[in-house]
């Protein structure tokens, strides 16, 4: 009976209490009333004792096959059989806990009418997995949302827009699937109501304020969003089918990418707000998540541009996830551990997963540990919404909710289609080898098209006759615009592009200057606040004198690396140029060096709330300085930045790796977004990324910055020396190369470099390693600019002395100082000349002409600190050749060829740096 389940359950409170036969009325009464609340507390939510949430046996999989959450089993608690047998018991009202609202406005239910609104609730199409929340505003605001009586229901206006939608979404695809049958395209056959669900969060979202949407998604589904979401034009989408077309404005943007990887931008009409709202569609590479932390800062970066008075209300992103991929992919924790850090978070991301309950050919239980596919949402107490994608009324009404949200706690929140993949991987993949089980089913079953129909007609608010009306609409539609299609012969890449800076100038004239210095009284101010501390600060003891040097320095005219980084960003702000500096421990700087955010000396403040952030405060009006110690992450945080960097031209962002070989974690984004991001998908971006290193016998992982990995990804012919006679030559150089790759021996060329990012009418990933040395103010006022090339300025540059120069050494970064101080103590000076190649790509063909043709006897030798296989030697040592005419051989000095980047002691690094400085410096 249902109380001697209770009596036995571990949920019950133990009544063998002594008494009269009332006293043990009035006890078990009150025991029963308990363990009601017991029974709806098992279908909410987990405590420590049990894990008996609703939603682990909710109706999930439309293929009734699997289970969402990996387990089959229904605890006890949960089955109704368990709970009683007896009809009286069924009947039994009971008074319904404060912590449910499934009562509505009635107090008191039957015990039959509680399991069958508890059953409805959290057991039907939606498994409402939202308990381990621990805002208590928040959970009951999502209870509200859910177990209200009718809450859930769609009105029948709302019902036909979803049936138009769905209809719209699943023609698209069976279109193509007739019309080019044998092409990959990725369809979201099996999920065609995530373009439904899209559209209901933005109408949604757009009505609650949002006015600029930015999505990434992989490729399933991804024509079809583009299309019936994002509203691009369906003959400009098939276009991309022809397999004869070609891409024009290649010379300008690019050669494009296959056609469900592209980007778009939108802008249309939204019914549902009365407004227009913008849509855009980053462009993503196979790496499927790879996006995420892209999408995020391109997010933050149009909420830090936008103009209204709450951006986290107007401008949201939303990514959708693949069920393997969201549960494999460490990129997509490092994204979300980003969602509520200070100058990371965007208020809040709509994540929607499409759980095809297949991974390739991987089922999910060989490809994750955890209950749920999503269960990585909940480290930052984001609900999630298990809908069964075969429901679209469901599906709509968590979209919804999801929406509304996001709006309300400005926090992530995730939404798990369950759904299946009605082909393979791709259309022409036979998934049957693996699954024939699935596939079996998935052949026989009735799509979500044709069962949301049978139900309207069964509710007497729809009809055949029109269904058929609508599809044969929508695929006329199709069929004239393929035919517009065909008419093509070429695709402008602009169509295509997601980040287009419209009013920023692409001249072809190269009439820009080379020049980047700054007026020596501003540099004087910068310098001086740089040095300076606010009275309500008080720094460290140890700050102080380095504040005091950099002072002393200042008043000699001297900068150092730091200061020159400083007077590069202030002069900027100083011109409106917004400027973002990102990375592990970059306010003070991984060696101490730069200390941008001055923090008090405080035993109370133990926050570290009291801080100042100098270069924001140099200038009454002056642009916003942004820096941020990031999360120990370096793919998430450098797609963060990499995305923030593609929104504006005007502005320049920066990450700085905590050491330079810590950019091998982030690999993807270098290869994917950064160096090939423009020639695929025409967008452009100035990101710089700093590593700072060389060799001082810290070990194979805290010497190298790779340079041999980045000069691989540069597109330039070794074979092809440009014509770099003019200044407007050089720039053309810059602007038809992908990106920059440059090693900096001095705080003024450092200067120049950064300031060089923002001075042209493109932009182009920049690389740096970054030594430490004192410049000149001199260097960096007015008519001054970087230096590509270094030469060699001493007694062996003379005239007199050029035809007696015996050797000419070319080197990079760091390992001039070494090279120059040895050569001095060897007395070498007038017979060994040593230049520095500062930019390394574009390779400056003119300037290193120049310095050899300057020292007609000598022979040229490149030397590095890493080891032959590595480093810049491969890359230098062709085009060098070239230079000569194939009359001089360069000859390479530097470590021999190695599996690690350098020595693991100090004393092997010392043998081998004197060794390798040995044969540099060879008098003959």
């Not at 979404?169 to 995530?194: A, D, H, P």
């Not at 997601?498 to 004239?509: G, I, L, P, Q, V």
């Not at 101080?821 to 040593?834: D, M, W, Y």
């Not at 120049?850 to 030798?861: F, L």
Request: glycine share 6%.
């Amino acid at each position: 009976s249902w109380r001697k389940y209770f009596s036995e359950s571990s949920y019950g409170i133990d009544s063998t209490v002594s008494g009269t036969t009332e006293q043990l009325n009035v006890n078990e009464t009150v025991t029963d009333h308990l363990n009601v609340q017991s029974l709806i507390r098992n279908y909410q939510y987990e405590d420590s004792a049990v894990d008996h949430l609703g939603h682990h046996i909710a109706a999930l999989d439309p293929l009734n096959l699997y289970n969402a959450d990996l387990d089959p089993s229904i605890p006890q608690e949960l089955r109704l059989d368990t709970y009683t047998s007896s009809d009286e018991d069924l009947q039994r009202y009971f008074t319904l806990p404060k912590t449910t609202q499934i009562g509505g406005d009635v107090e008191t239910l039957k015990l039959e009418e509680i399991y069958d609104r508890l059953k409805k609730i959290y057991c039907g199409s939606i498994g409402v997995d939202y308990m381990h929340i621990t805002e208590p505003k928040t959970f009951e605001w999502i209870r509200d949302k859910f177990e209200t009586p009718g809450i859930t229901e769609l009105s029948t206006e709302d019902k036909l827009k979803v049936l138009g939608r769905l209809i719209k979404s699943v023609g698209f695809e069976n279109f193509l699937n007739q019309k080019w049958s044998t092409e990959k395209r990725f369809g979201s056959e099996g999920c065609e109501v995530i373009a439904p669900a899209l559209q209901e969060v933005i109408d949604r979202s757009a009505q609650l304020g949002v006015d600029s949407f930015i999505v990434g998604m992989s490729h399933r589904g991804r024509l079809n969003v583009i299309a019936n979401v994002a509203k691009q034009p369906l003959p400009k989408i098939f276009s991309r089918f022809k397999k004869n077309l070609s891409f024009h404005n290649v010379e300008d943007q690019g050669t494009g990418d296959v056609k469900y990887h592209l980007g778009m931008f939108t802008k249309t009409f939204n019914e549902a707000a009365g407004k227009d709202v913008t849509f855009t569609m980053a462009a993503n590479p196979s790496h499927l998540e790879a996006v995420n932390p892209i999408v995020q800062g391109r997010t933050c970066a149009e909420q830090f541009f936008h103009s209204g008075e709450n951006p986290t209300k107007n401008v949201m992103s939303i990514l959708v996830h693949g069920d393997a991929a969201f549960a494999g992919q460490g990129v997509v924790y490092e994204t979300i551990q980003l969602s509520d850090v200070e100058n990371y978070s965007t208020g809040g991301t709509i994540h929607i997963v499409v759980n095809n309950q297949i991974g390739f050919t991987t089922d999910p239980r060989n490809g994750r540990s955890s209950s749920y596919c999503t269960d990585v949402a909940k480290v930052v107490n984001a609900p999630v919404f298990h809908v069964n994608a075969d429901d679209p009324e469901a599906v709509a009404y968590a979209s919804r909710v999801a929406a509304e949200y996001r709006d309300k706690f400005q926090k992530d929140i995730f939404i798990d289609l369950v759904c299946y993949r009605r082909y393979g991987h791709n259309e022409m993949d036979n998934p049957e080898f693996t699954h024939p089980a699935m596939y079996h089913a998935i052949k026989t079953k009735t799509g979500v098209l044709s069962l949301y129909v049978d139900k309207l007609v069964k509710e007497g608010i729809y009809t055949r006759e029109l269904y058929k009306e609508e599809s044969k609409k929508y695929n006329n539609e199709c069929k004239e615009a393929a035919e517009i299609a065909e008419n093509q012969t070429s695709n402008d890449v602009h169509d295509w592009i997601s980040a287009d800076w419209k009013s920023f100038s692409k001249s072809s004239s190269y009439n820009e200057t080379m020049e980047t210095g700054v007026e020596k009284d501003t540099l004087i101010h910068i310098g001086n606040k740089f040095c300076s501390v606010p009275q309500h600060i008080k720094v460290h003891n140890t700050l102080k004198g380095v504040l005091m040097k950099r002072h002393q320095l200042l008043e000699d005219g001297k900068v150092d690396w730091a200061m020159g980084e400083a007077m590069s960003f202030g002069s900027m702000l100083k011109e409106n140029v917004h400027v973002r500096l990102s990375g592990q421990d970059v306010e003070r700087g991984t060696f101490s060096h730069r200390h941008h955010v001055l923090h008090h000396q405080s035993r109370t403040d133990v926050d570290g709330k009291i801080k100042w952030n100098t270069l924001d405060n140099l200038f009454d009006k002056q642009a916003r300085y942004t820096i941020s110690n990031s999360i120990l992450s370096e793919y998430g945080v450098l797609g963060f930045e990499t995305g923030y960097s593609i929104v504006r031209p005007n502005m320049l962002v920066c990450w700085e790796a905590q050491f330079g070989d810590f950019h091998n974690c982030a690999q993807p984004i270098i290869d994917q977004f950064i160096s090939s991001g423009q020639e695929k998908w025409g967008y452009q971006s100035g990101i710089v990324l700093l590593l700072p290193h060389g060799y001082e016998g810290m070990g194979p992982e805290h010497s190298s910055a790779r340079l041999e990995r980045f000069l691989q990804l540069c597109n330039d012919d070794m074979d092809v020396i440009p014509d770099l006679s003019t200044e407007a030559n050089i720039i053309k150089q810059l602007r038809d190369h992908n990106m920059q790759v440059v090693n900096c021996s001095t705080p003024a060329n450092y200067f120049h470099v950064l300031r060089r990012q923002v001075s042209f009418n493109f932009r182009k990933p920049s690389l740096l390693r970054h030594p430490a040395a004192v410049s000149s103010l001199d260097e960096m006022e007015i008519g001054t600019s970087f230096q590509r090339v270094i030469p060699e300025s001493g007694v062996a540059s003379k005239d007199i002395n050029s035809d007696s120069v015996k050797r000419i050494i070319f080197c990079t970064g760091k390992m001039y100082y070494d090279l120059h101080s040895t050569r001095q103590s060897k007395g070498l000076e007038k017979s060994i000349a040593i230049s520095r190649i500062e930019q390394l790509f574009p390779f400056p063909y003119d300037m290193v002409k120049n310095e050899i043709e300057k020292y007609p006897n000598a022979d040229i030798v490149w030397c590095q600190e890493e080891p032959k296989n590595m480093g810049a030697w491969t890359f230098v040592q062709p085009r060098v050749y070239n230079i000569t005419g194939h009359l001089k051989l360069p000859r390479y000095v530097g470590r021999k060829a190695s599996g690690s980047v350098a020595a693991g002691t100090k004393k092997d690094h010392d043998i081998q740096q004197a060794e390798l400085l040995a044969e540099a410096l060879e008098a003959n």
